[in-house]
């Protein structure tokens, strides 16, 4: 009986009812091992005391949006789309560096900077002749190549190490502005770390920080200007042709990924000239152009990275009228 006397009420009718379909569903062993199984026929027509308990319309009673299953859309920076296959998740940094830029390039940069930086370290006296401005550059250029990879989405060679690499290498770069025999030496020291690195080790020294990592203290703007500039001349000779085009694509297509990579390090919090629109805004359309030509180029669409190839000379050529240094 129910608390008010009136038999079992709605709850028991539902006990019933759930009792009922079960033992309708029971099957029956016959012989050894086989199994018949008995289903009861559904009724014609429900009656009103058993329809009560369910509910005509459930989304009716649902709150809120309902959830889309669809696959999600990637985006890459400036609206220029990305791949199906691109990481679902941003790297630790916040931002999916793999819209922009390979592990392979990563590597390849990294091995080219270790070139620059062995020619420019040989002799003592082309070091402090000009050769501690390329290992600049070169040291430069390697940080940023750890600290994206320190960032990147997705496992990637060296991740382990990169944090580490990018602030020996970052301070390497600050202290060849000027060619003397304590950052010669220390441009060796970071040599052999590097070499340690392309053998599969890790370097011995540490580099100290006393606060959070920032973009702004991996490389100086003009040393990256000069990377950029080396960039771009390598990637100018694809526009000649479609020949060219093709010609030129695999090492194009290396560049354009630097340059995009630049193009957004540098658009980074509490770098210089952060906090000026015009100068993010250049970076911005820098990156883009980049990233059109690295699309244009794994297309092998000729015309498209043509005019990215144009686009790109026009931003570098408009930041370089409003900010020089």
Not at 195 to 207: I, S, V, W
Not at 257 to 278: K, L, T
């Amino acid at each position: 009986m129910d608390q008010d006397g009136r038999g079992f009420g709605n709850r028991g009718r539902r006990v019933v009812l759930v009792l009922g379909l079960v033992l309708a569903g029971v099957g029956v062993v016959r012989g050894a091992g086989s199994v018949e199984v008995k289903r009861a026929r559904p009724p014609q027509k429900w009656d009103r005391s058993t329809t009560s308990i369910f509910i005509d319309n459930a989304l009716a009673t649902l709150e809120g949006d309902r959830p889309t299953f669809g696959g999600r859309p990637a985006t890459a920076p400036g609206g220029s789309g990305g791949s199906a296959d691109e990481p679902d998740m941003p790297g630790p940094g916040g931002f999916k560096w793999s819209t922009l830029i390979s592990e392979e390039t990563l590597t390849d940069e990294v091995k080219e900077q270790k070139g620059v930086v062995t020619e420019a370290t040989a002799r003592p006296s082309d070091f402090k002749g000009g050769g501690y401005d390329k290992a600049r550059v070169a040291f430069s250029s390697l940080a940023l190549a750890f600290g994206v990879i320190a960032a990147y989405d997705g496992d990637i060679r060296w991740r382990k190490q990169s944090a580490t690499a990018r602030d020996l290498f970052a301070r390497a770069g600050f202290n060849c502005k000027v060619g003397t025999d304590q950052s010669l030496a220390e441009s060796k020291a970071r040599l052999a770390d590097l070499a340690t690195l392309l053998e599969g080790g890790a370097p011995q020294a540490r580099a100290d920080r006393d606060e959070d990592f920032k973009w702004s203290q991996v490389a100086g703007r003009p040393a990256l200007m000069k990377r950029l500039e080396e960039a771009e001349k390598r990637i100018s000779p694809a526009a000649s042709s479609k020949g060219d085009f093709q010609k030129q694509s695999a090492a194009a297509l290396r560049e354009a990924e630097i340059v995009a990579a630049i193009g957004e390090a540098i658009r980074q919090p509490a770098y210089e000239y952060h906090e000026d629109d015009s100068y993010r805004g250049h970076a911005a359309a820098m990156r883009d152009a980049a990233a059109r030509l690295r699309t244009a180029l794994q297309k092998g669409d000729y015309e498209s990275g043509r005019t990215a190839i144009g686009e790109l000379k026009k931003s570098c050529d408009a930041c370089h009228g409003d900010f020089r240094g």
